[in-house]
C-alpha cells in the first residue's frame, strides 16, 4: 500500500506544470517552493510569491493545489502554507528558470 502514498519528489515534480501566469516559469523553478511534506496521503507545500502584495496568492495557491490533486497519486488533504519568511530573491531561481527568463549569461 505505502506504493501509492505521494513522496515529495512526486509532488514537486507535479508543481513543475503550475505556472506563475506573470513570468510564464513553474514555481519550482522559480524557487517559490520552499518545502514538501508528506504525511502518509496528506501533502504540506510551503511556498512564497515574489513579492508579499502578489495579486496572484490566491490563483497560484488553488493551482498548486489542483496540480497535486490531479497529478499525483494516492492524496488526501493538500495544505498549501503561503509563507514570507525567508524573502524570496532572484538568487532562488533554478538554471532552469534562468534560461527561460532569458538571464543566461
Given at each position: 500500500m505505502s506504493s501509492l502514498l505521494p513522496t515529495a519528489s512526486l509532488v514537486r515534480e507535479a508543481l513543475?506544470?503550475?505556472?506563475?501566469?506573470?513570468?510564464?516559469?513553474n514555481v519550482v523553478d522559480l524557487g517559490l517552493i520552499?518545502?514538501?511534506?508528506?504525511?502518509?496521503?496528506?501533502v504540506r507545500v510551503v511556498m512564497t510569491l515574489t513579492t508579499p502584495g502578489c495579486p496572484l496568492h490566491a490563483t497560484l495557491r488553488e493551482a498548486v493545489d489542483r496540480s497535486v490533486r490531479l497529478m499525483v497519486p494516492g492524496v488526501?488533504?493538500?495544505d498549501v502554507d503561503l509563507?514570507?519568511?525567508?524573502?524570496?530573491?532572484?538568487?532562488?531561481?533554478?538554471?532552469?528558470g534562468r534560461e527561460a527568463l532569458g538571464w543566461v549569461w
Open positions: 513543475r506544470e503550475v505556472e506563475d501566469p506573470e513570468l510564464g516559469v520552499y518545502d514538501v511534506e508528506t504525511d502518509g496521503a496528506d488526501g488533504r493538500v509563507v514570507w519568511e525567508p524573502r524570496w530573491d532572484p538568487s532562488r531561481i533554478t538554471d532552469e
